[in-house]
């Protein structure tokens, strides 16, 4: 089972890498366009002030350096399928560092004290526009690395006062405020969208029957199902002589175990037992008790109610010690006064470290599809009971 899991946590991961894609990419060019817009606002700087310079050469180097890096490695990306080659981006690192000393030399050469470095502030901004394909702690290492140099840059030129002062420390802050930006955004935005892709995938156990094998499951059975049939194919065409020998007879005996131990758990697992389990989210932070497997008797309205309010509680503890506890007890007969031939059962939602306060206001409307509810709240602890009418099976 521990490989199961694995191969089977590695095809999810691969989903969603691949629809996480679908926005990255988006927000990739929007990314390359404010860059762009900067460079053209730091060019411009550097055009306005360029009779400060003694020597034009190197800082008019630097510039084409910048805008060549930045533009092929665009080009690059939207033609190798969205997709920052290493190569390309080792690339536009040297060409970044040749830029930045290049840029520095000709500031710090000019011998005026408000003259600063534009095309390395452009360098850094153009390689925070890459957050979309590199890894946020390179994003500010380089950020940081360039704001060092500036900053050694600028101790060897003359003080020049407040005004050269405040021109140097809005450099500075062109240079480091975007990667910071841009690596906050992005952790943000891939946090929404694996949350939104996870519960998209869980969402669809609650219109499974009352008991059945989870995402998980299924494909570790379709792998056991075509290892049968290879078998049992090779039988059939005499390729494997019967008696089977010994190693082929293990390898049988093997998959007639794992498929009957996977038609057992199919009968003691409900959809809310898979959709704990299934969820990046919930599975750390939900302890699930169902002996009875009643869960798997609400309607489909009420299912997804439930997954909907746990889902909300859940997201709401997310970096806090904070432990939901979820309890489906024995139904039981609702009494006179209800629908003929219904049962209650009784759903208990625990957790333990979330003040009432703090739980989302659509977790009642959510809580509210599935049945009539108490909550109470006592040393830190929310406790909610549901009672959940559902149809009776026997009358199905």
Request: hydrophobic residues 50%.
């Amino acid at each position: 089972m521990p490989a199961t899991h694995g191969r089977s946590s590695r095809s999810a991961r691969s989903v969603r890498r691949q629809q996480e894609g679908l926005g990255t990419n988006y927000l990739g060019s929007g990314l390359n366009g404010i860059a762009a817009a900067i460079l053209a606002y730091e060019l411009l700087i550097f055009l306005s002030t360029s009779a400060r310079y003694s020597d034009l050469a190197p800082a008019a180097i630097a510039w084409v350096l910048v805008v060549l890096a930045f533009g092929s490695t665009v080009l690059a990306i939207h033609l190798g399928g969205r997709r920052l080659p290493l190569p390309v981006y080792l690339c536009f690192l040297v060409a970044l560092g040749a830029a930045v000393v290049l840029d520095l030399v000709a500031v710090t050469d000019s011998g005026a004290a408000r003259t600063v470095p534009t095309a390395a502030v452009a360098g850094a901004v153009a390689h925070a526009a890459l957050i979309v394909h590199r890894r946020g702690i390179e994003i500010l290492a380089v950020s940081a690395l360039v704001a060092i140099a500036e900053v050694i840059a600028f101790l060897s030129m003359e003080s020049g006062g407040a005004g050269a002062l405040s021109v140097r420390i809005s450099a500075l802050v062109v240079t480091i405020a975007p990667a910071v930006v841009v690596v906050v955004m992005m952790r943000g935005f891939r946090r929404m969208v694996q949350l939104e892709i996870d519960r998209a995938l869980v969402q669809s156990t609650t219109l499974g029957p009352r008991y059945a094998v989870g995402m998980l499951a299924s494909e570790e059975l379709a792998r056991l199902d075509l290892a049968a049939e290879r078998l049992l194919a090779e039988v059939g065409d005499g390729s494997v002589r019967l008696p089977l020998d010994a190693q082929r007879a293990a390898h049988a005996t093997s998959l007639a175990t794992q498929l009957r131990l996977h038609l057992i758990e199919g009968r003691r697992e409900t959809w809310l037992h898979h959709a704990v389990l299934e969820s990046e989210l919930l599975a750390p932070l939900v302890e699930l008790v169902d002996p009875d497997g009643t869960a798997g008797l609400l309607g489909h309205q009420q299912r997804d109610g439930l997954l909907s309010a746990i889902w909300l509680m859940a997201d709401s503890a997310t970096g806090l010690a904070v432990v939901l506890h979820v309890e489906s007890g024995s139904p039981r007969d609702p009494g006179a006064g209800t629908a003929a031939r219904g049962l209650l059962v009784p759903i208990t939602l625990r957790s333990s470290g979330a003040p009432l306060r703090g739980v989302d206001p659509a977790t009642w409307e959510a809580i509210a599809q599935v049945g009539v509810f108490r909550d109470t709240s006592r040393d830190g602890e929310l406790r909610i009971e549901i009672d959940c009418l559902v149809e009776n099976p026997a009358d199905r």
